[in-house]
């Protein structure tokens, strides 16, 4: 029973570690109920400095979600989306740092030994940007930033699948708010 307390933090502590960051950008004069249709575009995907099968796995999850709010691909397409991707190494440094508080409290261990936890991983930013396909003007641009997995192709595709899916709950503005 006394381990209960713990579980909210455990919690945290999992869905912080695997959270998407997510900004949005939009034209705020932009009528998005009269966009019903997509495509993808291209010469925008070729450009983003990632593999192939990883660009057919982000576009398959965009279709997905796409697809899932209503819209349709279309070869005439209302609005046109693209992709970009940035990834950089990061270092997480944390000090575990006591006071001698808890069980068996020390005086003479005042402060405790500090214990410095260093991991290295991965942050990926992935940006989706929806463009009207008549004007060729960005109306919306999501972006989300958090930690990669690279270990197996099935952690790979669900990372993806949970950057798509958290960015474009974002699309169309104000589609979030209930």
Do not use: H
């Not at 990883?54 to 398959?60: A, G, H």
């Not at 991707?85 to 405790?112: A, C, H, L, Q, Y």
């Amino acid at each position: 029973m006394k381990y209960v307390k713990f579980l909210p933090f455990l919690v945290f502590l999992i869905t912080s570690c695997s959270s998407v960051r997510v900004a949005t950008d939009y034209d705020t004069k932009a009528n998005f109920n009269q966009y019903q249709t997509f495509a993808f575009y291209k010469p925008g995907i070729d450009k983003a400095p990632i593999s192939d099968l990883d660009k057919k796995r982000i576009m398959r999850a965009i279709e997905a979600e796409l697809l899932a709010k209503g819209m349709q691909k279309s070869s005439t397409p209302d609005v046109l989306v693209s992709l970009f991707t940035k990834s950089r190494e990061r270092i997480n440094v944390n000090d575990n740092w006591g006071w001698g508080f808890g069980w068996g409290w020390n005086p003479w261990m005042w402060g405790g030994a500090g214990r410095l936890n260093v991991n290295q991983y991965t942050e990926g930013t992935l940006f989706i940007d929806i463009i009207d396909a008549s004007k060729k003007e960005l109306i919306w641009q999501g972006i989300g930033s958090g930690a990669l997995a690279f270990r197996n192709i099935e952690k790979r595709e669900a990372r993806i699948k949970e950057f798509v899916k958290e960015i474009l709950e974002k699309y169309p503005p104000g589609s979030d708010k209930k």
